[in-house]
């Protein structure tokens, strides 16, 4: 059990995107003080550490991941002081406090580029990555993940720089050991202030080809030649080496376009560069590509085999992974892969108990505990995301989808889905704010909200407390063997996990019909089971039929 008694595999993470948390001044926007004033509603929820979004100096172009001073926070969240007392309040109350961090790129803002773009002899000038352009203009064909090219022309040095996300946020060049040595110095900086650990975004695209050849076409053209490229694992093992290690801080690297067959490369028992991955895949199944924001039907023997690759290849060499559902790139899970009318609750809950069941660290996002669904987006200037925007302006520029097409896409995939405030009651706002929030607030929060989730037994909110209790009881729950049941069944998501001489079953019904019980395998008709937590409440005979969205966790 030695190499699995780290903290951070047996803890849950919740996820605050400090904006849209609590605001404790009346500006409308959500900030330190106001999440220091929440810290009882987290520790009475049971979550170990929270994962705070950006919260660093930041002119906004995305939000805080357009970082223009790594040391200071961004004014409107408050003051270092601020920081320094929210680390203290939650170190109080048990709750380990993880930042993100995001060393791809930084602003244009930040002092470094400024001073890059001003000369090409600049001593910052090999800190971001400059190219020449080509006959055709840009150095070759990679596009942005906002749209349109991922370089951009600088005329006062006449060259183009690299920017995977927007042009406000220029990509850092990760050859230069100068640069590599100020961004550990930061990151130690913070470690000694007493940070628990670090959510490293984009990290596996530090590496770039140094070749740059164009991409094949598709989605993010250019992404062989920068995700999971040449040098990676050099920089992160020489990473770990100069900060993390050192503080024993916990490092989760946030992996797009990461299979479960690389995933080990990264936390795998032989190598030390990361301790947990965030994949994609498994809430990749209702869109057909991110850039193109298209749509699709999906299976859920999809979601069962890559879930299930996943577990069983990260366990042959001990890695771990993030087990979240919702983040603040993501629209909300249960108007996704649930249903957020007629079987809220129930759906709410059936997909947290897959989330609790698993191998690997479940992360909770502000508000899924309340069951926060989708919002609804009258007008396509309703729009705050840079990445929602963009795709609106160059739909109706393209011409090829109607106004009706173009808001019913951008409504269901926006990430504005997951960043509107967080309902806290039933007032004005949601509680959430006495000003005017940045964001419009759900108009579901009447019905959705914490006080209500608090005061109803039979909640989401209770639920999820539940499913918490349930993972510190069983450690089966969250090690070893994962074994997946009625691979082929359409309906049923059905598996078991083993550790030691422990045996848990799981059951879950995807559908908001009954299910006749003749799927059920023999495993579960053992004499002396034993219901741990089911979103029905009851134990009805196993030959009953399961009812729409029901989730069983038993003890075989
Ligand atoms: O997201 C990385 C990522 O893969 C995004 O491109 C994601 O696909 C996109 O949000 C979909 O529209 C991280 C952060 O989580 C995100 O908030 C940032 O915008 C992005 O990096 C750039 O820092
Ligand atoms: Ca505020």
Known sequence: MDKDSQWWQQAVIYQIYPRSFNDSNGDGIGDLQGIIDRVDYLEQLGVDAVWLNPVYQSPNDDNGYDISNYRSIMDEFGTMKDMDKLLETFHDHGIKVIMDLVLNHTSDEHPWFINSRSSKNSQYRNYYIWKPGTDEGPPNNWTSAFGGSAWEYDPQTEEYYLHLFSRKQPDLNWENPDLRQDLYQMINWWLEKGIDGFRLDVINFISKNQNFPDGQPGEAVGKEHYANGPRIHEFLSEMAEKTFDKHRAMAVG??????????????????????????????ELDRIDRENWQIRDWELRELKNIISSWQRKLQEKNGWVSLYFNNHDQPRIVSRYGDDNQYHRQSATMLATLLFTLRG?????????????????????????????????????????????????????????????????????????????????????????????????????????????????????????????????????????????????????????????????GKFAVADRELLLGNYGDDPNLSENLRPYEARIYKL
């Open 361 to 521: 660290t479940p992360f909770i996002y502000q508000g899924e505990e309340i069951g926060m669904t989708n919002t609804e987006f009258s007008g396509l200037d309703d729009f705050d995301d840079i990445g929602t925007r963009n795709f609106v302006r160059e739909a109706r520029e393209a011409g090829q989808l109607n106004r009706e097409e173009i808001l019913r896409l951008a409504s269901y995939l926006s990430r504005d889905n997951a960043r509107t405030p967080k309902q806290w009651d039933d007032s004005r706002y949601a509680g959430f704010t006495t000003g005017q929030p940045w964001l419009k607030v759900n108009p579901d929060y009447p019905c959705i909200n914490v006080k209500k989730a608090l005061a109803d037994q039979d909640s989401i909110l209770h639920y999820y407390k539940k499913l918490i209790k349930l993972r510190k009881k069983y450690p089966s729950l969250v090690y070893d063997e994962y074994r997946l049941l009625l691979e082929d069944d359409p309906i049923l998501f059905t598996y078991l996990r083993r550790y030691q001489d422990q045996t848990i079953g799981v059951i879950l019904n995807f559908v908001g019909d009954k299910t006749p019980d003749e799927r059920l395998p």
């Open 254 to 283: 946030e992996t797009p376009f990461l299979t479960s067959d690389q995933a080990l490369d990264f936390v795998g028992e032989d190598s030390n560069e990361l301790d947990m991955v965030i994949p994609f895949e498994p809430l």
